[in-house]
């Protein structure tokens, strides 16, 4: 298994509140993916990185912010909390291949 | 609009038998495909992919069948195991610059009972 964690795995937060979750691989993957998962959507990817300093959006990334400054590292910012996001996330990293590795994920409820 | 259809949220079948898990999907650039298995409290992990220049890819007791034409791909488990049972999510991609994306469908949870 590709070397991908997240942190933290659990968070709770307020309304309006800013909130970042980090994710953090060790197989020096290119790509690295930011997804939402929720009941009856399946996996939505929300961001995406190609490279150091290389985002993209994906197809839900209204209200959400990524940077990537390191290979490594990947985080994902909401910068003001809303109940809509409340969801789990998921991390995912690959190289120049289809297949992504995923991390544990991060449940994130938003009071 | 969405491109990668999994119809059928659950199924449920017995223990050595044959599970059959169906996506469709309507993006016809859509050239690789690739099924996820997901445990409850984990990270989705893959499973078997297939390329669009074929229309079957075999891995153990793990069969995915393509059909191009039909805008459908299959995963075939035999026989199923009770530690088969999961989510199972279909994700596509197509090679045109594409970054690797995936769009993956709503899941099926596969039950097997012992």
């Known amino acids: 298994d590709a070397g991908i964690t997240q942190s933290p795995r659990h968070k709770v937060t307020e309304t309006g509140t800013p909130v970042t979750l980090r994710c953090h691989q060790t197989?020096?993957?290119?790509?690295m993916y930011w997804y939402r998962q929720d009941p009856g959507h399946g996996l939505r990817l929300i961001h995406y990185s190609y490279g150091v300093k290389d985002t993209d959006k994906g197809e839900v990334s209204d209200g959400y912010s990524v940077s990537r400054s390191k290979t490594e590292d990947f985080l994902l910012t909401l910068e003001s909390a809303t109940s809509s996001q409340t969801s789990v996330y998921f991390c995912a990293s690959g190289s120049s291949s289809y297949e992504q590795y995923f991390g544990p994920g991060t449940r994130l409820t938003v009071t | 609009d969405q491109q990668v259809k999994q119809n059928s949220p659950s199924l449920s079948v017995q223990e050595g038998r044959i599970s059959i898990l169906n996506c469709d999907y309507t993006n016809s650039m859509f050239d690789y495909f690739l099924w996820y298995k997901k445990y409850p409290a984990e990270g989705p992990t893959f499973l078997i992919s297939?390329?669009?220049?074929?229309d079957k890819n075999e891995d153990g007791r793990f069969t995915v069948f393509l059909n191009k034409s039909a805008k459908h791909l299959s995963l075939h488990i035999v026989p199923s195991q009770p530690g088969d049972s999961a989510v199972y999510f279909c994700a596509a991609s197509w090679s045109g610059g594409s970054n690797y994306k995936l769009t993956f469908g709503k899941g099926t949870l596969l039950t097997v009972n012992p």
């Open positions: 297939i390329s669009s220049i074929k």
């Open positions: 197989e020096n993957h290119r790509y």
